[in-house]
Every structure is written in C-alpha cells, then in structure tokens.
C-alpha cells in the first residue's frame, strides 16, 4: 500500500530540517532533540534499506510559492503564502508499505515538535 506522508511546519525562519527552525524543537534538551533526530534518521536509513522509501523532498519556502485557481473561465495566479493556517507543507515524502500499522509508525516518528504530520493513502485508480 502506497501512502504520502505530509510534513507540516511553520519554521522561522524557513529552513530544513524544519524542525531545527521551530521554537518547540528548539525548547527542547539537547538530548531530547538528538533522540528525536535519531529516530527519524534511522528509521529513514531503514525505509531506504526494505525499498519502502519510493521517494520525498522538501519543499522551498511557501512565500515564494504560486497559487493557481480556476476564475473567470481562466486561470489566476496569486503569490504565496495562500494557506489559512500558520503551518505550511515542508515537505513530503512516498512510502509503500505491507500495512496501515507499518504507515502509522512512520508518521508517529516523522512528528516532532512543532510539526504536523499527515498520513494518507494513495488513490488507487479501478481500471476495470
């Protein structure tokens, strides 16, 4: 099973990893914030190692973004950032996994502090 797994964040300013830029990252122990670090890398280096890893980015600064939206029979471009909320996508990465449980430890060792994760299934389109 394919999942996109989201990262939200509102660092200041906008940097990656996200997290070395967010105030509750930042609050926390040195060795607290090492842990975490740790535990994202290894399971990073582990999803590279069983092929589950498909692929991922992180994304530029959401201020130089560009919001395209259908008006008028046309499309419309608006500069970034457009989202209603302080956090923005950081980035994202693709993941194929045996089991929804498998999918959920990852997005429970991607969240840190100050961050949003998101899990979601791929769509799977029924060709039949």
């Known amino acids: 099973m394919k999942y996109v797994v989201l990262i939200y964040s509102s660092p200041q300013p906008w940097g990656h990893p996200t997290g070395d830029y967010v105030p509750e990252h930042q609050a926390l122990p040195p060795a607290e914030r090492k842990r975490l670090n740790s535990a994202f890398e290894d399971l990073l280096g582990e999803l590279q190692a069983n092929g589950e890893l498909v692929g991922g980015e992180a994304l530029g600064d959401p201020a130089k973004s560009r919001l395209y939206r259908w008006t008028s029979g046309r499309p419309v471009v608006t500069d970034g950032p457009y989202s209603e ?24 060792t991607f969240a840190g502090p100050g961050e949003t994760v998101e899990v979601r299934p791929i769509h799977v389109f029924d060709n039949a």
């Open 85 to 108: 909320s302080k956090e923005h996508l950081a980035g994202l990465f693709m993941i194929d996994v045996e089991t929804q449980e498998r999918a959920d430890l990852v997005g429970r």
